[in-house]
């Protein structure tokens, strides 16, 4: 006769399970189940849970995004300093530090371990009996900041760590009574940071500089539904009980976090010598604009850890591991002018006009300052040579003023006091760096706003660019977004350089964007902090405009990846009574403002499945092939990875189909894929 299975027996296996899936995504990068299958065992944990309430742990999957921001950040000593490290610059300093850890050593066996130095932040975690207790930021090396709610959202920190016993033991304890601290640095990866700018950019928002500084606000937000958003990563690198170091060798730690479940990079070499460590760095600078996250460099660690403890550490750093810093991609040039640009929301940037120059293998022409603040801290002016830095896809950033090469010639530069395009007041709210032209007609916010939303993740209005912008918004003949579903054609072809054809195309585009995806709308309505991905989010739960707008702060702040911040803007946006007239005006037009529903399950061929589009498809944009398998439950990504299920490849396409190949991954071309959407 079977055994009966408890709750409780019910409950730890299917956490269990989870736990397994989610290591195999975020840390091993290899699903063995669709994100479907993954969906339907949170449910069903989720309906366990929510009939024995009581049986809910901490540790459970369900539990990593708390409910409601935090009011501030406890202040944390670290049992042992998270010390900084010693830079080298050149492999003549790297040499260096060999000669002074071989005298140290004094003739005994000695040998390295050389890691990435990844561009982020580091924290320590905390895991008491496994499951993770607590976790500090680096803060100052002595004490830290509590991020515990946060570091719950980043999916490579699992919640509770693996039992394991590999060959080494830590000590002779019994793994489930230890208090272990792994400390990691934690980051955002490249095609993330892309995206949260790209988005940041679209509420005229400023950029993040780097993805260092981007991992350092998301990991200090007040509100954890804001930092899961922005899908932080973490790699594991060092390892302690108390105060000390429980293996024999810093390469026994690391592999021993990777058996936990930790994430652990890859991208790490046992060296028996300096010179393999040289080898390394020199490989791996030529590899780094591959990689999926920025690196700055190597960390260099002495392996034994006895010789650690032993070598000791100076005030600020530790005698036995080095930075090996690679030469930043930086470039001198003049700045010809400063002017400040007013967007869609009022936001004033000021951004300089460089004399070009080519910077890590494109030309630099501009680079944003961001804001008054910057402006003051750099002391930039007008004819100032200056030192930029780009690194990878970053925008170029103004790290420095080189005043010794100052002629006296230079003009200081001074923010306006009206808005620059229609002469309106100036507003910086206090605690924001940021000053806005508040007139309500101003038309650079205009022309911003419906360049926004004829934009090609908005409504895809083709042919709808600056300049006719421009002349449809002097010309009075455009006012907002409703106003371009009543041009004639007399009217376009009234206007400078629109010939009959021209016309008519940009009105078949016109009409052609009221059939756009209730998300596109959302989107293109430009609401602040409402990216194309939330856009998406709020379409699907609320279904139609019309529900949205009714929508409470509460009700929004509980859908999944909605923060309080985005919940209390789309809530302002809708208080507006020329905001409703507007939606109203839409639809009257003929604009959707509904989802389409749709019939049946969704299609197996997608359902869960990841998708990566290259090339040119004849009978599709790239928007609606995307659409076309988000409808259908698959998911579209712009890189090609383990993950990916489906490479659609169309004509000339390129890098992504030879890494779909070397990959081993499925390539179909148009006409496949078409024969799947039937």
Same mark, same amino acid.
């Given at each position: 006769m079977?055994?009966?299975v408890?709750?409780?027996?019910?409950?730890?296996?299917l956490?269990?399970?989870?736990?397994?899936?989610?290591?195999l995504y975020?840390?091993?990068?290899?699903?063995?189940?669709?994100?479907?299958?993954?969906d339907?065992l949170?449910e069903?944990?989720? =309906?366990?849970?929510?009939?024995?309430?009581?049986?809910?742990?901490s540790d459970?999957?369900?539990?990593?995004?708390g409910?409601?921001?935090v009011?501030?950040f406890a202040q944390?000593?670290?049992?042992?300093?998270?010390?900084s490290?010693?830079?080298?610059?050149?492999?003549?300093?790297?040499?260096a530090?060999?000669?002074?850890?071989?005298?140290?050593?004094d003739?005994r066996?000695?040998?390295?371990?050389a +890691?990435?130095k990844?561009?982020?932040?580091?924290?320590a975690?905390?895991?008491?009996?496994?499951?993770?207790a607590?976790?500090?930021?680096r803060g100052?090396g002595?004490?830290?900041?509590?991020?515990?709610?946060?570091a719950?959202?980043?999916r @490579?920190?699992p919640?509770?760590?693996?039992?394991?016993r590999?060959?080494?033991?830590i @000590?002779d304890?019994?793994?489930?009574?230890?208090?272990?601290?792994?400390?990691?640095?934690?980051?955002?990866?490249r095609?993330?940071?892309e995206?949260?700018?790209?988005?940041r950019?679209?509420q /005229?928002?400023?950029?993040?500089?780097?993805?260092?500084n981007a991992?350092?606000?998301?990991?200090?937000?007040?509100d954890p539904k804001?930092?899961?958003?922005?899908?932080?990563?973490?790699f594991a690198?060092?390892?302690?009980?108390g105060?000390?170091k429980?293996?024999?060798?810093?390469? +026994?730690?690391? /592999?021993?976090m990777?058996q936990?479940?930790?994430?652990?990079?890859?991208?790490?070499?046992?060296?028996?010598?300096?010179?393999?460590?040289?080898?390394?760095a020199?490989?791996?600078?030529a590899?780094?604009?591959?990689l999926?996250? +920025?690196i700055?460099?190597?960390?260099?660690?002495?392996?034994?850890?006895?010789?650690?403890?032993?070598f000791?550490?100076?005030?600020k750093?530790p005698?036995?591991?080095i930075?090996?810093?690679?030469a930043a991609r930086?470039?001198? $040039?003049?700045?010809?002018?400063?002017v400040?640009?007013v967007?869609?929301?009022?936001?004033?940037?000021?951004?300089?006009?460089?004399?070009p120059?080519?910077?890590?293998g494109? $030309?630099?022409s501009?680079a944003?300052l961001?804001?008054?603040?910057?402006?003051?801290?750099l002391?930039?002016?007008?004819?100032?040579?200056?030192?930029?830095?780009?690194?990878?896809d970053v925008?170029?950033?103004?790290?420095?003023?080189?005043?010794?090469?100052? *002629?006296g010639?230079?003009?200081?530069?001074r923010?306006?006091?009206?808005?620059?395009v229609?002469?309106?007041e100036i507003?910086r709210?206090?605690?924001?760096?940021?000053?806005?032209c508040?007139a309500?007609?101003?038309?650079?916010?205009?022309e911003?706003?419906?360049l926004?939303?004829a934009?090609r993740?908005a409504?895809r209005?083709?042919?709808?660019?600056?300049s006719?912008?421009?002349?449809?918004?002097?010309?009075?003949?455009v006012?907002d977004?409703?106003?371009?579903?009543?041009?004639?054609?007399?009217?376009v072809t009234?206007l400078?350089r629109?010939?009959?054809k021209? &016309?008519? /195309?940009?009105?078949?585009?016109?009409?052609a964007?009221k059939?756009r995806?209730l998300?596109?709308?959302?989107?293109?309505l430009?609401?602040?902090?409402v990216g194309?991905?939330?856009?998406t989010?709020?379409?699907?739960q609320?279904?139609s405009?019309a529900?949205l707008?009714?929508a409470?702060?509460?009700?929004? =702040?509980?859908?999944?990846e909605i923060?309080?911040?985005?919940?209390?803007s789309?809530?302002?946006?809708f208080d507006?009574?020329?905001n409703?007239a507007?939606?109203?005006?839409?639809a009257?037009?003929?604009?959707r403002t509904?989802?389409?529903?749709?019939?049946?399950?969704a299609?197996?061929?997608? &359902?869960g499945?990841?998708?990566v589009?290259?090339?040119?498809?004849?009978?599709?944009?790239?928007?609606?092939?995307r659409?076309?398998?988000e409808?259908?439950?698959?998911?579209v990504?712009?890189s090609?990875?383990?993950k990916? =299920?489906?490479?659609v490849?169309?004509?000339?396409?390129? @890098?992504?189909?030879?890494?779909?190949?070397?990959?081993?991954? *499925?390539?179909?071309?148009e006409?496949t894929?078409?024969?799947?959407?039937?």
């Amino acid at each position: 006769m079977a055994k009966a299975v408890s709750v409780e027996q019910q409950f730890e296996k299917l956490r269990d399970e989870i736990r397994r899936h989610e290591e195999l995504y975020y840390v091993h990068d290899n699903p063995q189940i669709s994100d479907r299958e993954y969906d339907a065992l949170i449910e069903r944990l989720q =309906d366990l849970e929510q009939e024995h309430p009581q049986l809910i742990t901490s540790d459970s999957p369900t539990q990593r995004v708390g409910g409601r921001p935090v009011e501030g950040f406890a202040q944390v000593v670290h049992r042992r300093p998270m010390l900084s490290l010693d830079n080298s610059y050149n492999i003549d300093e790297l040499r260096a530090f060999d000669q002074r850890c071989q005298r140290l050593a004094d003739g005994r066996a000695l040998d390295y371990v050389a +890691e990435l130095k990844i561009d982020g932040l580091s924290i320590a975690l905390h895991y008491e009996n496994q499951v993770l207790a607590r976790a500090v930021t680096r803060g100052d090396g002595r004490i830290g900041e509590e991020v515990t709610a946060n570091a719950r959202t980043i999916r @490579s920190i699992p919640l509770k760590l693996r039992e394991t016993r590999g060959s080494s033991k830590i @000590s002779d304890l019994k793994f489930q009574i230890l208090n272990l601290e792994i400390r990691g640095e934690a980051f955002i990866p490249r095609k993330v940071f892309e995206r949260i700018n790209a988005e940041r950019e679209d509420q /005229n928002e400023p950029r993040f500089a780097n993805p260092r500084n981007a991992a350092a606000g998301t990991l200090r937000q007040l509100d954890p539904k804001i930092t899961a958003s922005r899908r932080l990563e973490m790699f594991a690198y060092d390892l302690l009980t108390g105060e000390r170091k429980p293996f024999a060798t810093h390469w +026994e730690a690391l /592999n021993w976090m990777q058996q936990a479940g930790l994430r652990v990079n890859p991208e790490r070499v046992l060296c028996k010598s300096i010179e393999e460590v040289i080898e390394f760095a020199t490989r791996m600078e030529a590899r780094r604009d591959d990689l999926d996250y +920025e690196i700055d460099g190597l960390v260099v660690k002495v392996n034994s850890t006895a010789l650690q403890d032993e070598f000791g550490t100076t005030n600020k750093a530790p005698r036995w591991a080095i930075a090996y810093k690679y030469a930043a991609r930086q470039a001198t $040039t003049q700045v010809l002018s400063i002017v400040v640009q007013v967007g869609r929301t009022g936001a004033l940037t000021p951004v300089a006009n460089l004399e070009p120059v080519v910077l890590a293998g494109t $030309t630099v022409s501009r680079a944003t300052l961001h804001n008054p603040d910057e402006v003051k801290r750099l002391g930039i002016r007008i004819g100032d040579w200056v030192l930029i830095e780009k690194g990878g896809d970053v925008i170029p950033k103004v790290l420095k003023v080189i005043e010794a090469k100052r *002629t006296g010639e230079e003009k200081i530069f001074r923010m306006p006091r009206k808005c620059p395009v229609c002469g309106g007041e100036i507003s910086r709210p206090e605690g924001e760096v940021v000053s806005r032209c508040v007139a309500a007609d101003c038309p650079a916010q205009l022309e911003g706003r419906l360049l926004h939303f004829a934009s090609r993740r908005a409504m895809r209005i083709e042919g709808l660019g600056e300049s006719l912008v421009h002349q449809l918004v002097e010309s009075g003949k455009v006012h907002d977004a409703g106003d371009l579903y009543s041009l004639t054609f007399e009217t376009v072809t009234g206007l400078e350089r629109m010939a009959k054809k021209s &016309a008519s /195309n940009l009105l078949a585009q016109i009409e052609a964007s009221k059939q756009r995806d209730l998300a596109n709308l959302i989107y293109a309505l430009g609401l602040r902090h409402v990216g194309d991905r939330t856009a998406t989010t709020l379409a699907r739960q609320f279904g139609s405009l019309a529900a949205l707008s009714k929508a409470t702060v509460a009700e929004l =702040d509980d859908v999944p990846e909605i923060g309080l911040t985005v919940a209390q803007s789309v809530r302002d946006w809708f208080d507006d009574e020329g905001n409703l007239a507007l939606c109203d005006r839409l639809a009257a037009a003929g604009v959707r403002t509904r989802m389409e529903k749709t019939t049946g399950p969704a299609d197996d061929k997608f &359902a869960g499945k990841l998708f990566v589009l290259t090339g040119s498809l004849g009978d599709f944009t790239r928007d609606e092939a995307r659409a076309a398998i988000e409808s259908r439950g698959g998911r579209v990504s712009s890189s090609v990875s383990k993950k990916t =299920d489906f490479v659609v490849a169309g004509e000339e396409a390129g @890098s992504k189909l030879d890494k779909a190949t070397s990959l081993g991954v *499925t390539v179909v071309d148009e006409q496949t894929f078409k024969k799947m959407l039937m």
